[in-house]
């Protein structure tokens, strides 16, 4: 079935420290990519998203790009802050049929910066 | 910017009792979806729904859940008789439409707390 898989945490970088948070998905057809955050006690943010091959979604420093002939989307960014401390969600998004349409989420990943 | 917003944020019911989360999608939104994490895990898909019927729904989604939108503002979801394994964050979101470009918002968040 369709799915995401994402690198295990807890991730523990030092402030300043080039971050990577591998993904790789499987999916039948053609996913939209997605990187959700969640700051602790808080809800569901988008943090960037692909819709194409090739596309780069970016926000806040962070960086990852629709590969599908490796079928991943890695989340990288050049230098930490220890506001980034936050789980992130590797997600994607299919729309198939008429009814199907939902976000399938990895498991999440706990990124803890040390200042 | 308009946003989803879910009440309550915390909620503590005992087991075998009925509960309904609400949810206030982004008004001119169509489809409306519910998901939930239980602490520590994955976020999970629940139930789409649009034009007034589901779309689609998961395993979990048994007979003891049921959705509504009740007033064409208000989204709900109910539990009929809880268990203590319902325990968990439920996610409300809403999206456009089920075109990839347009995204799905996702609310703060019912924490909910089964005793």
């Known amino acids: 079935g369709d799915s995401v898989t994402q690198m295990e945490g807890p991730v523990t970088l030092s402030e300043e420290a080039f971050l990577t948070i591998n993904c790789t998905y499987t999916a039948t057809g053609y996913p939209s990519l997605f990187w959700y955050v969640q700051y602790p006690g808080e809800g569901l943010q988008l943090l960037l998203k692909?819709?194409?091959?090739?596309d780069k979604g970016s926000n806040k420093g962070f960086e990852a790009t629709y590969r599908k002939e490796t079928t991943s989307f890695h989340l990288e960014k050049g230098s930490v802050q220890v506001s980034d401390s936050a789980v992130y969600f590797c997600?994607?998004?299919?729309?198939?049929?008429?009814?199907?349409?939902?976000?399938?989420f990895g498991k999440g990943t706990r990124l803890h910066i040390l200042p | 910017e308009p946003e989803v917003t879910q009440t309550p944020s915390h909620q503590v019911t005992q087991m075998g009792q009925e509960v309904i989360l609400r949810c206030v999608p982004i008004s001119n939104h169509l489809y409306f979806y519910w998901y939930r994490q239980i602490l520590g895990q994955k976020v999970e898909f629940l139930v789409s729904f649009y034009n007034n019927e589901i779309s689609e729904k998961s395993e979990i989604f048994d007979d003891q859940f049921s959705v509504e939108r009740p007033d064409g503002s208000n989204f709900t979801l109910k539990i009929r008789s809880t268990k203590l394994e319902d325990s968990a964050m439920y996610f409300c979101?809403?999206?456009?439409?089920?075109?990839?470009?347009?995204?799905?918002?996702f609310g703060p968040g019912t924490r909910l707390t089964v005793t």
């Open positions: 692909a819709t194409k091959a090739d």
């Open positions: 997600a994607l998004r299919l729309i198939l049929r008429y009814r199907d349409d939902k976000i399938i």
């Open positions: 979101a809403s999206s456009q439409d089920r075109n990839p470009t347009y995204e799905q918002y």
